[in-house]
C-alpha cells in the first residue's frame, strides 16, 4: 500500500488545486478521477486489514473475511480505470508544454516522490486492483486446507476475480464505442439520439419477422439489440446490405413474454418461434418470429443479458463519459474523410452471441508495464463464431 501512504496522485492533486491558472476543474476530473474515493476506501480497508494481521503468530492471521466485508467497495476502481485512457490523453496533451512538465516534476520533488512520471503513479491504482487476484491466490496456495482462514480466502478470491474481470470487460467496451459509431454513421436516415447517449454495447443482432400493434402488418426487419434499447433496419430492396434505420424500442420500459406455438388473440395471426415485448406503461406489443427455435432461444438469452448488463451497469455507476463520445465522432469524422464518403464502412463490434460467463481466469498488469501504456489485462481470446463472422453483410454504407 506504499501508493497509499505516499500520498502519490493524491500529492500531485493537492498542488494542482493551488494552481488555477494552469488547471480548470474539468480538467482535473478527467486527470484524476475518483481516486480521492479510492485513497479514502483503500485508508480504511488498510486499516481494517492491519486489525486481522496477528503480530505475534502471522500464521494465525486471518485476512478473508477483510476482503468479503469490503467487497462492494472495490468497485469504485472500476470508474477510475474506465477513465484511465482519457487521462493519459488529457496528460499528453498537456505534457507538449514545457510548462506543465516543470509543474510536475516540481510537484514530485516536493513530495519526494520516486523518480517516475505522473502517468506512472496515476497507473498504480489500476495495478493494484489487478494484483489483489494474484496476492490471493498465492496466499490461497500456501494456506493449509484446514486453516481458519482457508474457505474465506477462497472466497475472497472469487470475488476479486470477479472485480477484476468486470472492469475488464467495461475497457472492453470502451475500446468498441468507435466500431458502434462508425456503424450508426453508416445507418441511413438515422433519426433521435445517437446509440452511445444511451448505450455502449452490441449484444444480439439478427433478422426476424415482427408486427407492431395495433397496425398488425407483418413485415421482415434487422434488429440490433443494445443495452437500454433495441434499433429496428430495414434492407435495401436491391443493395441488400444497405440498412436504413426505421426505429428503435425502449429495452428499459418493455418486459420480454415468450409465448407457445399456436394462436395469439392479440395480434388473431398462427404463432411458431414467437416472444412478445409487452410495454409496461402504455400496453404496446410487439410480436416477433423467429426463423428457428434455436434463433428464438439466442433471443430470449440476449434479452435477459441486456438486463442484467444494464443492472450491473447501474451498481458500478459505469458509462461513457462526453469526453470519450467526442472521441468516437471525431474517429468517425476521421475515417469518413480518409475514405472519401460522407459516411464510413463499417463493422459492429464482433462479440459472440450472449453465453454463460467465461471462467473467470487471472487478469493481471505485469510489473514492467511501461508508465505510459494504458493498462491492459489478460484474458483468453474470444473464439468468433460464423454469425459474427458474416455480419459485414447486414453493414450498410454510403457511397
Known sequence: MQWIRGGSGMGYLKQCRKRRDMFNDEQLKVI?????DIYRFQMGFVRDLEKQYNNDDPHLSEIGP???????????????????????????KLMKD????????????????????????????????CKYPLQLAELLKYTAQDHSDYRYVAAALAVMRNVTQQINERKRRLENIDKIAQWQASVLDWEGEDILDRSS???????????????GRNQQRVFFLFDHQMVLCKKDLIR??????????????YEVVDIEDGRDDDFNVSMKNAFKLHNKETEEIHLFFAKKLEE???WLRAFREERKMVQEDEKIGF????????????????VSKQKGVNSARSVPPSYPPPQDPLNQGQYLVPDGIAQSQVFEFTEPKRSQSPFWQNISRLTPFKK
Open 32 to 36: 484524476f478521477g475518483n481516486i480521492e
Open 66 to 92: 477483510c476482503f468479503l466485508e469490503h467487497q462492494d467497495g472495490f468497485w469504485i476502481y472500476s470508474e477510475y480505470c474506465n477513465n484511465h485512457l482519457d487521462a493519459c490523453m488529457e496528460l499528453s
Open 98 to 129: 514545457s510548462r506543465y512538465q516543470h509543474f510536475f516534476e516540481a510537484c514530485r520533488l516536493l513530495q519526494q516522490m520516486i523518480d517516475i512520471a505522473i502517468d506512472g503513479f496515476l497507473l498504480t491504482p489500476v495495478q493494484k486492483i
Open 201 to 215: 454495447e452490441l449484444i444480439y443482432t439478427g433478422e426476424m419477422a415482427w408486427i407492431y400493434q395495433p397496425y
Open 240 to 253: 441488400r446490405d444497405i440498412l436504413y434505420y426505421k426505429g428503435r424500442i425502449d429495452m428499459d420500459k
Open 296 to 298: 428464438k432461444i439466442r
Open 319 to 334: 458509462e461513457i463519459s462526453e469526453n470519450q463520445k467526442r472521441q468516437a465522432a471525431m474517429t468517425v469524422r476521421k
